[in-house]
């Protein structure tokens, strides 16, 4: 048997260990300087923020069943959207979060699939050593055989390295990636004079991922959290309380952010994120022609109203020009003015979609529900995703459509009205 065929039986076979990942990203980034976190920053020359490429290259490289992100404590759920809106720039990530489903509870996110990890977005402690053991807690349910510690505001990590801890710790118990420092080490006292020549051969920069067996760290966690000491990072509580922690190969590419420079062509600029709202009723008439999304649906009632009545395009564009803070679609185009007759809302839309794009905004996606008691729209679905994302010249990932019914109640239950909302997220 070969060398390799004998490492690639022993990486199939580590390989259904289970893990979970935890990113801390719960600091207050105060040496960053300005109004964001680092975390929730714009890579330059890349889609996707700092939070979203640090994640993204562990939904390839090991078996996960939940990741928890720790957020800024007290921040509450304007730091947990913000930390999901962060996510959703990279479109690796975002196409792992359209798999995902609200769970039990606010900002839970599960999945059906057992090859696809849960998310949790959680609020974190203090220091760093509180996030982690507070997401250590919650991990429990779960049980994972490895947890992999990974800084939320280091983005360069590779899947090569990842994979280099899973596999360490999957042997060894515990591991962390690290590198040789360059420059001679010295030990100083408190007043700055060198008390120790430290020798460079036998020293190491310690980075991230870090891998554990989960629940001796658990254990470590809570013995660390009750003795009043503060520990730096995850190796130096599992050393004291378990058992020797074994070094994996870093990268001097692996680094963490710390200030603006650790960003290749970052200077002032900074990713701004907004959201609309977009809310739209027709009374249902015969005569009229129903339209929903660009689509005429079979229906013997229609919309009533000044233009071709098509609810959805309409909240669809009022929540755009609300995200965009350019007005609304009654702003735009008036029912008064008898041009905007049976006016083709495809049309209305793709016009305020240009001058908002012209605008510097970009689309992160649209959610949408229509509530209609008959008739069905599921099997009209996907078609109307597909002529939004036409209107906008968008991808496959950033529109969806929902539809409910008035359960026999009000003018939409009665069949007299039907209603849309959509949200929206733009930024640049």
Same mark, same amino acid.
């Given at each position: ?19 979970g ?36 290259p ?25 930390a ?12 792992? @979060?359209?798999? @995902?489903?609200p ?16 998310l ?49 710790a ?14 001679t080490q ?23 991922p ?45 680094k ?91 049309? @209305? ?18 959610d ?6 008959t008739?069905?729209?599921l099997?009209?679905?996907?078609e ?28 939409v ?11 929206c997220?733009?930024?640049?």
């Amino acid at each position: 048997m070969t060398t390799m065929t004998m490492m690639n039986q022993k990486e199939m076979k580590i390989n259904t260990v289970s893990a979970g990942l935890i990113v801390p990203a719960a600091g207050l980034s105060s040496r960053m300087g300005g109004n964001i976190k680092k975390e929730f920053l714009p890579l330059s020359g890349c889609q996707g923020t700092v939070l979203a490429a640090a994640i993204e290259p562990f939904l390839s490289a090991v078996p996960l069943s939940i990741i928890i992100v720790t957020v800024q404590a007290g921040g509450g759920d304007s730091a947990k959207s913000t930390a999901y809106q962060a996510l959703s720039m990279s479109p690796v990530v975002h196409q792992w @979060l359209t798999k @995902l489903h609200p769970g039990e509870r606010k900002y839970f996110y599960t999945a059906q699939n057992d090859n696809i990890p849960c998310l949790l977005l959680t609020e974190g402690g203090a220091t760093r050593q509180q996030s982690v053991y507070k997401a250590l807690q919650q991990m429990a349910q779960y049980k994972p055989d490895i947890v992999l510690i990974h800084d939320g505001a280091r983005p360069y990590v590779t899947k090569d390295i990842i994979q280099g801890v899973y596999y360490k710790a999957c042997e060894k118990n515990a591991a962390t990636c690290a590198i040789s420092p360059v420059d001679t080490q010295k030990e100083i006292d408190g007043s700055g004079m060198i008390i120790r020549h430290l020798n460079r051969d036998r020293l190491v920069a310690v980075q991230t991922p870090q891998g554990f067996r989960f629940q001796p760290l658990l254990e470590a966690h809570q013995k660390a959290a009750a003795d009043g000491c503060t520990y730096t990072d995850d190796t130096e509580i599992w050393s004291k309380y378990v058992s020797p922690v074994y070094i994996t190969g870093g990268s001097v590419e692996n680094k963490k952010i710390t200030f603006t420079q650790d960003i290749p062509g970052k200077a002032e600029t900074v990713m701004t994120i907004k959201t609309g709202l977009g809310y739209d009723r027709h009374r249902l008439v015969t005569g009229r022609k129903l339209r929903i999304g660009g689509i005429i649906i079979p229906s013997e009632k229609g919309e009533d109203g000044h233009s071709d009545g098509d609810v959805l395009l309409h909240a669809i564009t009022d929540a755009l020009l609300g995200a965009a803070a350019m007005g609304d679609i009654g702003s735009f185009f008036p029912p008064s003015e008898p041009e905007w007759k049976d006016a083709d809302s495809r049309e @209305l839309l793709r016009s305020v979609w240009k001058q908002i794009t012209d605008a510097g905004w970009h689309l992160g996606n649209i959610d949408c529900v229509i509530a209609l008691e008959t008739p069905k729209l599921l099997p009209f679905r996907e078609e109307i995703c597909k002529s939004i994302k036409t209107i906008l010249g968008t991808d496959d990932s950033s529109v969806f459509v929902k539809a409910k019914t008035g359960e026999k109640l009000g003018p939409v239950g009665t069949g007299e009205a039907v209603e849309a909302w959509a949200t929206c997220l733009l930024h640049k």
